[in-house]
Structures are given as C-alpha cells and as structure tokens.
C-alpha cells in the first residue's frame, strides 16, 4: 500500500518516498508512506489556515457533532485496521485493535465536554462587567511518536477541533500507515483543511515548528527533539505542548499482596515490549521481601511468549525500530559488563524467526544498583530493573532522583500508607496497586508529566484548555 499527503482533504503524492517494513521479519514491506517537502508543509499550513475562519466558526453543536462521526469511524474501522498497525508497529494485534476503541473513548469524552467548558464565564458589579471567553488559537500542528499513533493523535485532534482549531499532523516515519489510514476517513466528514496530513521525519517536522502560520505544536515524542522544536517554536513564540518520556518508578511496600502486585507489574512493565511512556521503568522492593518479590515477578514475566504481532499465540511482539532496538541492546550489553544480574525471561515462540526481527526477551535486571545507567535513563524496552531499598524515605528519595517525573506507582496493602507515598512522589501521575489508566482516569485525570517529562497536560477539561486562548472583553456598568 501507499500512502500520501493529506492537504485540503485531497490525497497529495510526496516529493518522495519511503519504506515501511515489518519490525518482526524485516524483509517484509507493508508499504510505502509520501515524505513532504518544506513547499508542501507550507501548502498544509496555509490550507488549514484557510479553514480557520469556517471551522472556528462553525457552531459548537455542528463540531461536537462532527466528533462524534469522527469517533463512529474510529469504532468501525478498529478491528480492521488492527492487522495493518501491528504489521508496521511491532505492536500485538489485540493491543493496536484496543488502541483504536480507546481512542474513540477519547474523541467522544471531548465532544461531551465541550460545550460547557467553551462557556464564556461574565461577572458584573455596579462598576462594569467582563466576559472571559475561550478561542481557539489558529493551526495548531500535532506531532507524535510511533508507540501508540492513534490514540497519542486523538489526544491532541480532539480537543483541538472541538475548540475550533484546525490542525496538520505529522505522524512518526515508524508507524504511519494505519494513522493515515484512519485520518483520511476522519477528515473526510470535516470541511477540507480543518485535517491536514503531513508525512515525513525531522526535516518536515522542523518546518511544520517554524511555520509561521502555526501558533502552537503539540507534541509527543523524546526530550531531545521537544528541545528543538522548542527553539525553533521560539522565533514566532508558538505555545508549545510537550507530552515526553517517563522513567516510572513503583515503589513496593512491605505489606503489599505480592501476587497483585507481580501480574500487574509484569504487565505495566512490558506491555507493548515496554515501548509506552508510562510504562513502569524501575520497581523499588523492600530489603525484607525483596527475594520472594523477585522469584515471583520472574515467574510472572516469564510467561510472556515472544512472537511476531500476528502470531495469535505472541504475547509480546518486536521492538519498533532498529535504533531503538539497539539502545535497548547496547544498554544491556553495558549492564552485563558492570557486572549486572541480568535475567532473561519469555519463550521465544519461533527462535529461528526471531533473528529477522526486532525482537528481545522480556528482561529483569536483579538487585540494580540504585545509580546505575540502567535504572537512571528510560529504556523504552523490555528490560526492568529492580532496586532493593532499607526504609520508604530512601525509596522515595530514589524515586524523585531523577530528571523525569510521568507516572509512578505505589504498591501496598494500605491505601492510607499508599497515599502517604504517593503524596511525596515527583510525578504528573500516580497509581496505587495499578500500573495504568482507568476508563474514569482517563476522561477526567490530567495527563502528562513534571520536570523533563513535559510542559502541560492532555486528556480532562485540562487538556481542553491547552486549545484555547482567553480573551477578556470589558465593559462599563450598563
Ligand atoms: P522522537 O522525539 O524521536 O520523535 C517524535 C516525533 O517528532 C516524530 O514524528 C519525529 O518524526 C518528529 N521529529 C523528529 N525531529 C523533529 C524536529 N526537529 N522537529 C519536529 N519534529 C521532529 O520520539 P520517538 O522515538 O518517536 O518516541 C519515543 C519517545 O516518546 C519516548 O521518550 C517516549 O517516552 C515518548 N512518549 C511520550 C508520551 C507521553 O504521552 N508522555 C507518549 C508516547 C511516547
């Protein structure tokens, strides 16, 4: 298959193109994707600035209702597109199916909350008045990474439609086939240029941040290219959003129900082959269970059967990309000569297969060192080490002794001694006994992380508001 532009709802073919292949047997193409040139980055930005005026215009009711079709394509196509995003991501089938419903969850929490949140508030005393009302910014440009295309995208295109905005998208070049797919048929309900698609890596990327015409980015990916983009954002002073990477940690409590605790941290952890930001990244184990803990977490992550996404019998698929592949492998390779306990778990289904693709086993590191590399950077793989700790205050201190701060987790039998860690913890987001979102987190819980892991926040009216500019109107008493 190919895939082009998307500008003005017409299907535009790139200045040039590249391959998409399969992460699990790398000989495989699943298809080829159109790259933008900086001419037609600035052709997207114009097209969705021409349809600024209409869509902001356009009552609130008619865009609500436009969501609302918009996340009925999202349900529909689902199941048939799961096949092609598990093809170019690496991801299992079921996951990317249950991606595609969870972003329709998504697209429809904003359409419910929308009208009231877009309210004017008006305020009068015998001085005067004032009517402090919400407006959308202009083109707003969606950025996102390859982990988890769909949903990361519904984040950002929802709330920014509902309030008006119009948007151009740049998916990640390591996933981009089944997005494109599904925002074609999206944008089809809406006038043209309200969605635009651009494909391509950072040269396109660079562009769509210095456009003039675009008046925030929002973007979800690494801390390195938020950096940039930020810069370059700087010279027209654009808003920016940033969703980044997280290295999470989970602290464990003495008194916590082990085997809870080991399947759903098995599952936080390498769910997705570990590639989500807010995947557990590091577990900090009490000195007094930390054995017992651990043959059990071992256990627990050794049943993972490793395979590709399309095999139903994988329960873990490939890594995405070869560079991230060889991060994950070359962080290894340096653990094991500092002299680190690393244990490799999971079946690997088909061992033959597994050389033509990117696959690693699910992988615990025992009695991490608490400084070293592999429990300070975020691996974004299959790999979880595992800290033993003598008392909760050095656990703590531990936790909070990194440059990130996403999620976190706290594991205990106590929701009282849970809470009272939680409280203390550097974090944009904390589970207690679940390593994950709910259905009512996600539609009322702010998203997103402190220091290094973000600016901002996505899903909730919070992040509705990061789609509106305020405009006060003033007026004398009447
Ligand atoms: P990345 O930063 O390499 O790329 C992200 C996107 O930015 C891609 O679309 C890429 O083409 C584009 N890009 C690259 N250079 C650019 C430039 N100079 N200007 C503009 N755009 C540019 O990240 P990745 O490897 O795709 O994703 C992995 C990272 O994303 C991890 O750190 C992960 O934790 C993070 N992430 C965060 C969240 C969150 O919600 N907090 C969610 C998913 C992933």
Same mark, same amino acid.
């Given at each position: 298959?190919?895939?082009?532009?998307?500008?003005?709802?017409?299907?535009?073919?790139?200045?040039?193109?590249?391959?998409?292949?399969?992460?699990?047997?790398?000989?495989?193409?699943?298809?080829? /994707?159109?790259? $933008?040139?900086? *001419?037609?980055? =600035?052709? #997207?930005?114009? %097209? +969705?600035?021409?349809?600024? !005026?209409?869509?902001?215009?356009?009552?609130?009711?008619?865009?609500?209702?436009?969501?609302?079709?918009?996340?009925?394509?999202?349900?529909?196509?689902?199941?048939?597109?799961?096949?092609?995003?598990?093809?170019?991501?690496?991801?299992?089938?079921?996951?990317?199916?249950?991606? /595609?419903?969870? $972003?329709?969850? *998504?697209?429809? =929490?904003? #359409?419910?909350? %929308? +009208?009231?949140?877009?309210? !004017?508030?008006?305020?009068?005393?015998?001085?005067?008045?004032?009517?402090?009302?919400?407006?959308?910014?202009?083109?707003?440009?969606?950025?996102?990474?390859?982990?988890?295309?769909?949903?990361?995208?519904?984040?950002?295109?929802?709330?920014?439609?509902?309030?008006?905005?119009?948007?151009?998208?740049?998916?990640?070049?390591?996933?981009?086939?089944?997005?494109?797919?599904?925002?074609?048929?999206?944008?089809?309900?809406?006038?043209?240029?309200?969605?635009?698609?651009?494909?391509?890596?950072?040269?396109?990327?660079?562009?769509?941040?210095?456009?003039?015409?675009?008046?925030?980015?929002?973007?979800?990916?690494?801390?390195?290219?938020?950096?940039?983009?930020?810069?370059?954002?700087?010279?027209?002073?654009?808003?920016?959003?940033?969703?980044?990477g997280g290295n999470d940690p989970a602290i464990v409590l003495d008194d916590v129900d082990v085997e809870h605790a080991v399947t759903r941290i098995a599952i936080?952890?390498?769910?997705?082959?570990?590639?989500?930001?807010?995947?557990?990244?590091?577990?900090?184990?009490?000195?007094?269970?930390?054995?017992?803990?651990?043959?059990?977490?071992s256990a627990e992550v050794g049943k993972f059967r490793i395979g590709h996404p399309l095999d139903p019998r994988s329960t873990m698929g490939p890594m995405n990309?070869?560079?991230?592949?060889?991060?994950?492998?070359?962080?290894?390779?340096?653990?094991?000569?500092?002299?680190?306990?690393?244990?490799?778990?999971?079946?690997?289904?088909?061992?033959?297969?597994?050389?033509?693709?990117?696959?690693?086993?699910?992988?615990?590191?025992?009695?991490?060192?608490?400084?070293?590399?592999?429990?300070?950077?975020?691996?974004?793989?299959?790999?979880?080490?595992?800290?033993?700790?003598?008392?909760?205050?050095?656990?703590?201190?531990?936790?909070?002794?990194?440059?990130?701060?996403?999620?976190?987790?706290?594991?205990?039998?106590?929701?009282?001694?849970?809470?009272g860690i939680a409280r203390q913890l550097e974090a944009g987001m904390t589970f207690i006994n679940q390593a994950g979102a709910s259905r009512v987190g996600q539609?009322?819980?702010?998203?997103?992380?402190?220091?290094?892991?973000?600016?901002?926040?996505?899903?909730?009216?919070?992040?509705?508001?990061?789609?509106?500019?305020?405009?006060?109107?003033?007026?004398?008493?009447?």
């Open positions: 298959m190919s895939v082009e532009l998307l500008i003005n709802n017409r299907e535009t073919p790139g200045a040039s193109y590249v391959e998409v292949r399969d992460p699990g047997r790398t000989e495989d193409r699943v298809g080829r /994707v159109a790259q $933008a040139s900086v *001419v037609q980055v =600035d052709d #997207a930005a114009q %097209a +969705a600035h021409a349809a600024l !005026p209409g869509w902001a215009g356009t009552p609130i009711a008619q865009r609500v209702e436009l969501l609302r079709a918009a996340a009925a394509v999202l349900d529909e196509e689902a199941p048939k597109i799961a096949e092609l995003m598990a093809l170019e991501s690496g991801m299992l089938m079921a996951t990317c199916q249950a991606e /595609v419903e969870t $972003a329709a969850h *998504v697209v429809r =929490d904003n #359409a419910d909350m %929308a +009208a009231e949140f877009l309210q !004017p508030r008006q305020f009068a005393d015998a001085n005067g008045w004032v009517s402090v009302e919400k407006r959308p910014f202009g083109v707003v440009a969606g950025i996102v990474s390859w982990n988890a295309p769909v949903i990361l995208t519904m984040r950002k295109l929802a709330p920014a439609l509902a309030c008006g905005n119009t948007l151009v998208i740049k998916p990640s070049p390591s996933a981009p086939l089944g997005l494109a797919v599904l925002l074609a048929k999206m944008a089809a309900l809406f006038p043209p240029g309200v969605i635009n698609v651009l494909h391509g890596g950072a040269d396109a990327g660079a562009a769509l941040t210095a456009h003039p015409l675009v008046r925030k980015v929002s973007f979800t990916g690494g801390g390195k290219v938020a950096g940039i983009i930020m810069r370059d954002a700087a010279a027209s002073m654009k808003d920016v959003q940033f969703e980044l936080g952890a390498f769910r997705r082959a570990g590639q989500f930001c807010f995947a557990v990244k590091r577990v900090y184990v009490p000195e007094s269970i930390y054995d017992r803990f651990f043959d059990r977490l990309n070869r560079a991230q592949w060889t991060f994950v492998k070359d962080l290894l390779a340096r653990a094991r000569a500092e002299g680190a306990d690393i244990v490799e778990l999971g079946e690997l289904l088909d061992p033959q297969a597994t050389n033509e693709g990117y696959y690693l086993r699910p992988t615990l590191v025992r009695r991490a060192a608490p400084q070293s590399e592999i429990v300070a950077v975020e691996q974004f793989g299959p790999v979880l080490p595992v800290v033993a700790y003598q008392d909760e205050a050095q656990a703590v201190r531990l936790a909070n002794d990194s440059e990130l701060g996403l999620g976190s987790s706290v594991w205990s039998a106590s929701r009282t001694r849970a809470l539609r009322h819980a702010p998203f997103g992380g402190v220091k290094q892991s973000g600016i901002g926040r996505e899903s909730s009216e919070v992040g509705m508001a990061e789609y509106v500019e305020y405009h006060s109107i003033h007026g004398d008493a009447l």
